[in-house]
């Protein structure tokens, strides 16, 4: 069988990278603090945040036992909860990045959508748990965004992110994309789904 190229540095999958962890983890006890070069480097190659502003986690404190994330201490800045966990997978992009934070941006939106809409608009039958947007799809909102926006607009929102004040990501009010995506959105349709017909429409757009 084919031997399956690294993903990062020798480990082959996220998994590979997590039993590497958590071999180190076992040798701490809570509240302790430790270095470690393997963490340091996965947290500031890997990381959501850490890994796009340069930040590299000198050491690092157990909080759970079993937690997937640790206190991490960045010099000259402050400790600060970081996932070791979620390092371990799929390195984010930008443009993923920027769409969690766009979703985020029209909850308040879709919180009534969903409370005015609670049976499946497909099915008509089973109590609708997802709100999709029919028309214009999440895909094509954000190649249109993409295709009117600079980089230095993209550059620009994600400079404003702090994360050691706040972990999630926002799209400040005022910015480009924020003025852009509200100005799309308006025309995009959205429908109340139950989860079996949620998921066949996410079938159909992979086809």
Known sequence: MKKREPIWREFSTSEEIRIAVRNVLKGFKLETE??????????????????????????????????????????????????????????????????????????????????NHRICEYCNSVPSVEIHHEALEWREIMDMIFSEVFASDVDSVMESWDWFNKDEFEIPDGSRIALV???????????????????????????
């Open 34 to 115: 430790f270095e470690s070069a393997l963490i340091s480097d996965l947290i500031a190659e890997r990381h959501y945040f850490c890994s796009l502003k340069g930040l590299r986690p000198s050491k690092f404190k157990k909080v759970h036992v079993y937690g997937e994330q640790l206190q991490g201490y960045f010099d000259g800045i402050v400790w600060h909860p970081v996932s070791w966990y979620r390092s371990a997978g799929k390195p984010p992009t930008v443009r993923g990045q920027i769409s969690d934070a766009l979703r985020l941006r029209i909850k308040p939106l879709k919180a009534p959508y969903f409370q």
């Open 181 to 207: 995506f509200d100005r799309i959105h308006e025309s995009a349709v959205l429908k109340a789904l139950c989860k079996k017909c949620h998921n066949s429409t996410k079938r159909r757009t992979r086809a």
